[in-house]
């Protein structure tokens, strides 16, 4: 049904339409769009063309600045071409070359995560190299309460193994300064004011869209005020700085939002040097613009807080920059969330950041995911709005095209069953390649009373021939009989370890199996990625008396 609601969807892709094909908008795309995005506005095309053509006259009669800056006011999203290039990133509007800044601007309340690297981390830095730009990390450690040194330390750590190199590292923490001098301004210029209303007060107040007197006070008492959070006179939660909009606005979110508060606990690098601390909104606005951030690639949940820190770009009459959001890649069966990974950590469901079932990057990294297959993943799911639900599978396919060339072949053998073989030619070793493509063998013994294979192998095809993999044929049993060495197709091909062999962990997502795997697997080193025949990729995680595998996909 075309409605008002329609119009509004009409004006952003005429104006985007506009944008980017030389200020006047061709109806026929934007009726093709409209319609591949509602598919129910087909059963009244008269009245959705009427209401084209008379956008269409409007936005035609705007200058090309003003097209563009209604645009990045309502859908700033659609400032990105549909047109992808190579490695599948979109052109970006307003981008020039060398003068493209952008940010990854992380809390560290944990480790990077794998939702961070594919959306915020490689958005932010491919388009900065993309446009031979500025790529910073900006690291939000604000808020005491919930940051740690280490997760600092390994932000930065997990962001050098995967090959990305910030151009510039700020901490807000080192630049406290600088947000009591804007927010000072804010109250020298009436834009902000002390609230010592309790939060169940203010929440009231807010939704009975009712001023809060606090907004009342004269200029002095709110820089006694603000003096006072900075010099500890407050307990947390006694007072916050807020900015002084309307209480009455249709979005509560816009409802004098704080911008300040109360934290006297001790700072991982700060101390007890700092009480007030600044939140969110304002941190994130003063950085963007005093960083000269051109292009800011952040989650379409973060709408509500562009929304607000557009308010502080307005106050001080700071250029914004273009706001581009983008939607989350979803692994069916995986959290998401830093707290949510908190929580098994804690409760030693995991056995720390780096466990495998975890999927942080230094997790994936452990079980030989590399960093060129999260790059690769990550730049063909492009720029888009809408969530992506994935599968580890996918994930799993990119990581299996790089290190398929490069990873080793052994034979491991868990739940071993012996199984001697009788009437076999007499054999003490053989060679096989290291892998099928590349030179290099491996020396494998043999001793034909002490030939081990899987106990699942030897539960299904026992009484059956079978070729052992490099070895001969046999029928299975347990005294097995040599029955030749001509490979057929259909002959079942199994792995097996004879003595000497070695001891081997393979570390699960959730769990750890004990098997026996091939002598010859004692010349690997720790971060070798190795290919388990029959069983999937590992890397080798340490080597001691026993080698752990952490296991990593089929």
Known sequence: MVNEKTREEILKFVLRNAVFYGGCANPGAVLGKLISTDNSLKADIPALRKMIDEVIKEVNAMSADEQKSKLEELAPELLVKEKKEEGGLSELSGAEDGKVVTRFAPSPTGPLTLGQFLRAVMLSYAYAKKYNGKFILRIEDTDSKKIKLEFIHWMKEDLKRCGIEPDQIVHQSDRMEIYYDHAKKLIDGGKAYICTCSAESFRDLKNQMKDCPCKNKILDDNLNDWKKMKDGNFNDGEAVLRLNMSMQDKNPVMRDPPIFRVNKGSHPLQGTKYNAWPLYNLSCAVDDYLLGITHVFRGKEHEHNTAVQNIIFDFFGWKKPVVLNFGMIRFPGTVQHSREMRELVDSGKATGWDDPQLPTIRALLRRGFTPEALKSFALSCGLSKNDIQSSWENLEAANKKIIDHIANRYMIVKDPVKIPIKNAPEISF???????????????????????????????????????????NIKLDTVSEYSGNEITREMPKIQWVSVPNVNVNIIYPGKTEEAIGENSMKNLSVDDIIQMERVGFGRIDKKEEMIDIVFGHK
Do not use: A, M
Request: hydrophobic share 35%.
């Open 430 to 472: 053989i060679e096989e390649p290291l892998h099928p493509d590349k030179p290099g063998k491996k020396k494998i013994p043999v001793d034909l009373e002490s030939i081990f294979i899987s106990g699942d192998d030897f539960k299904k095809l026992k009484g059956k021939n079978v070729r052992l993999k490099g070895l001969f």
